[in-house]
């Protein structure tokens, strides 16, 4: 029972490049989230979920693609990384009007 | 707009004394507040949460919390300190379906 894991735990890649965080979860919750962690900002959120096939954007979304074909699962792609999203990456899930739980999250250096 | 600010950038508290960490809030109605700790690697964990009812709320590790509408306020507490308290704390808001952060109180235990 891991609950909601993150892969890979730490990236390095370079400024261009196409990146993919993972996030799978084993709740059956109806939604997940991605935020990304910046000192003296705390969490912002990049994308949501709903539900399978249904996702929306946060308050930081540019440059940020997401997918959910399968309720468990929860890709964000970084399509061309960029300094700028050198971040530490954190999954949530929840129900709906529950309690978030989050993944240990993924510390992403863009050189 | 909504929010919630953490004051208090960095704490510093010497090991088996009280902390109180300071979170205020801008919402019309009753908000749905909470309390998180990211420890230093690690995920958020829930410390404790209000909806509604009583305004003191107990929750994990020994800490509480009281909710005071007149000063719009959700400060946390914790009457005496351990080094594994160590961690950063962040204060968030529900909004609909997600969590909105403070910036975080990054708190130092020292012996």
């Known amino acids: 029972d891991a609950g909601i894991t993150q892969s890979p735990r730490y990236k390095i890649t370079e400024t261009g490049r196409q990146v993919t965080l993972m996030c799978h979860q084993t709740?059956?919750?109806?939604?997940m989230f991605w935020y990304r962690q910046d000192l003296g900002h705390g969490l912002r959120l990049i994308y949501y979920s709903a539900a399978a096939d249904i996702t929306d954007k946060g308050e930081v979304s540019d440059g940020y693609v997401v997918s959910r074909s399968k309720t468990e699962n929860f890709p964000l792609t970084l399509e061309s990384a960029t300094r700028s999203q050198t971040s530490v990456y954190f999954c949530?899930?929840?129900?709906?009007?529950?309690?978030?739980?989050f993944g240990p999250g993924t510390r992403l250096l863009v050189l | 707009a909504q929010s919630v600010t953490q004051p208090d950038i960095h704490i510093t508290v010497s090991e088996g004394a009280s902390l109180e960490l300071r979170c205020n809030y801008s919402y019309g109605a009753t908000p749905y507040l909470f309390w998180y700790v990211q420890s230093p690697g690690q995920g958020l964990q829930l410390l404790l949460k209000?909806?509604?009812?009583?305004?003191l709320v107990q929750g994990i590790k020994g800490f509480e919390a009281e909710f005071k509408r007149s000063q719009s306020s959700f400060n946390l507490r914790k009457p005496s300190v351990h080094w594994s308290d160590a961690a950063e704390y962040f204060c968030?808001?529900?909004?609909?379906?997600?969590?909105?952060f403070g910036a975080g109180t990054t708190v130092t235990v020292r012996a």
């Open positions: 709740w059956s919750h109806s939604y």
């Open positions: 968030a808001y529900f909004d609909d379906y997600k969590l909105s």
């Open positions: 949530a899930s929840s129900e709906m009007g529950g309690t978030q739980y």
């Open positions: 209000y909806f509604s009812g009583d305004t």
